[in-house]
């Protein structure tokens, strides 16, 4: 199998007719040019690294449903509608935090609604790969952080053996990574190239935007998750141990030590309210 390059964003501004109309954005994962294309401004994504390639072609996939317009995608880039600019972060962080998480709950539902109408793009990552880090961390610390990656990684264990309900996740769907493209219209962008149990997605507002909003919310968010996923309170709180262990191990891994003790709290708050159900 041919191993996947990136690509230089110059040569997509001419082979799709594309004007460059504001200042490059260069990030570890993509370059982001913002494009004026038929009379209508756009954003121009070169993928950097293949997940952001893959994430480019199930953004094309759910043909604007809960997601970002795509006008045009390739192995290597995407041009997607420009949204205005307001994130989701902005409704939480001013104070309706409880409007964002069903904006961000209802969007789950509907990106995950596509599983059931089409075949998935080819070559997504399951999500058990991604539990690998904490798996590892787990083995090689199994008292480490009070015993929360020992006890994180049987829950996932048992929760990714579950197949039943997989679906094309996004991955990473939180507060800024949702945008309003005009008048409320609140879109998806950015999805990871993942597969596996829709329940992984709801997860991920649950450590979002800010340490504070996510403590201080967190019981009323989980309820909220469960009422619209239509899953168990318990199972909601099970998956939200390992998906914010998973996270606070991707931080430990990375140096990150702020974000991994925001993320273990919030782990070991799922710990604390699955023992009271």
């Known amino acids: 199998m041919q191993m996947w390059t990136p690509a230089q964003p110059e040569d997509y501004l001419a082979r799709w007719g594309l004007t460059v109309v504001g200042e490059t954005l260069t990030t570890p994962s993509s370059t982001l040019i913002p494009v004026s294309f038929d009379g209508r401004e756009g954003m121009l994504k070169v993928a950097r690294i293949d997940e952001e390639a893959r994430g480019n072609s199930v953004l094309a996939w759910w043909h604007g449903a809960g997601a970002a317009p795509v006008w045009r995608v390739d192995e290597h880039a995407a041009l997607l509608a420009r949204a205005t600019g307001r994130t989701l972060a902005t409704i939480s962080v001013d104070g309706d935090d409880h409007a964002a998480t069903l904006e961000l709950c209802s969007l789950a539902q509907t990106l995950h609604g596509a599983s059931a109408l089409s075949s998935p793009p080819a070559g997504l990552v399951a999500l058990a790969d991604w539990f690998r880090e904490l798996f590892e961390m787990a083995e090689h610390h199994p008292r480490g952080a009070g015993g929360v990656w020992s006890r994180a990684a049987g829950l996932a264990s048992t929760l990714l053996a579950d197949a039943s309900q997989d679906v094309v996740l996004h991955g990473d769907l939180h507060h800024d990574n949702v945008l309003d493209f005009g008048d409320g219209d609140w879109r998806a962008i950015d999805p990871k190239g993942v597969h596996g149990n829709r329940l992984f997605d709801y997860t991920v507002l649950l450590r979002n935007p800010r340490r504070d909003v996510a403590l201080a919310h967190f019981a009323e968010r989980v309820q909220l998750i469960a009422k619209s996923s239509r899953a168990p309170v318990s199972t909601v709180l099970e998956w ?11 931080s430990t891994n990375d140096g990150d030590t702020e974000a991994a003790s925001t993320s273990l709290a919030l ?8 023992g009271e159900s």
């Open 240 to 250: 939200a141990v390992a998906s914010c262990a998973l996270s606070a191990a991707w």
């Open 267 to 274: 782990a070991s708050l799922a710990e604390r309210m699955l």
